[in-house]
């Protein structure tokens, strides 16, 4: 069974630019959650989906927005990037909404830089 | 409003020693709690979880964890360390206050330096 994908794997982007990242869930679960991972900031929640709509957002600014498509897969759209923007964005998916008690499955993240 | 708390942004020990890893959280209601491992450019994976069973939870690769709710803790141990075990781990906390909402959130991570 295929895990939680993410891509691309690698971005590069200059500020101002616009990047969108992809997350596509394991096979049956309709919530995904994104976060960023900032060098010794650890995880910051972003958004989560749920059923195509957008149950919860974190502390980050209107630039930073998403979607959930039919199939649950999921987009992450951050416009006119700052350098501060760059980080390593996880994506992870659960059976259940907000994982309750399941387990979040993890991508292997997308690395975006900023330059 | 939840939070976890992990003291000590690294941990040294050597092989074969004891593993502790310090989790310390806040939340206005019974939580559930997560240890997760990230090893270097991959994303993370479940150790352990605690849903409000047993208080002593038995985890993947040996490791376990036991959730104290009088210290407010959910420190996570491994009687001997194996240089595998270098990593980064993350505590989570999840439980919404109203009970509507279950945001997992996480602390800011332990990296664990295994010494041969």
């Known amino acids: 069974e295929a895990g939680v994908t993410q891509s691309p794997t690698h971005l590069i982007k200059t500020r101002g630019q616009q990047a969108t990242l992809r997350c596509s869930p394991i096979?049956?679960?309709?919530?995904v959650y994104w976060y960023q991972q900032a060098l010794g900031l650890g995880l910051q929640f972003l958004l989560w989906y749920d059923e195509g709509e957008e149950r919860n957002r974190g502390n980050f600014p209107p630039r930073f927005s998403g979607r959930q498509f039919p199939n649950y897969s999921s987009e992450l759209n951050v416009n006119a990037l700052e350098l501060e923007d760059s980080a390593l964005y996880l994506c992870?998916?659960?059976?259940?909404?907000?994982?309750?008690?399941?387990?979040?499955?993890f991508g292997q993240g997308t690395r975006l830089t900023v330059v | 409003a939840q939070s976890v708390t992990q003291l000590g942004s690294h941990v040294s020990v050597s092989e074969g020693a004891l593993v502790l890893l310090r989790c310390n959280y806040s939340s206005s209601v019974p939580p559930y709690l997560f240890w997760y491992v990230q090893y270097p450019n991959q994303g993370l994976q479940l150790l352990l979880k605690y849903t409000s069973a047993a208080t002593l939870v038995k985890g993947i690769n040996g490791f376990e964890a036991e959730f104290k709710k009088s210290e407010t803790s959910f420190h996570l141990t491994k009687p001997s360390a194996h240089m595998s075990d270098a990593a980064e781990y993350f505590c989570a906390v999840s439980r919404g206050p109203s009970g509507g909402s279950y945001i997992p959130t996480f602390g800011r991570g332990t990296s664990l330096i295994v010494h041969p």
């Open positions: 096979s049956g679960h309709t919530s």
């Open positions: 992870a998916s659960s059976l259940e909404g907000a994982l309750r008690n399941t387990e979040a499955f």
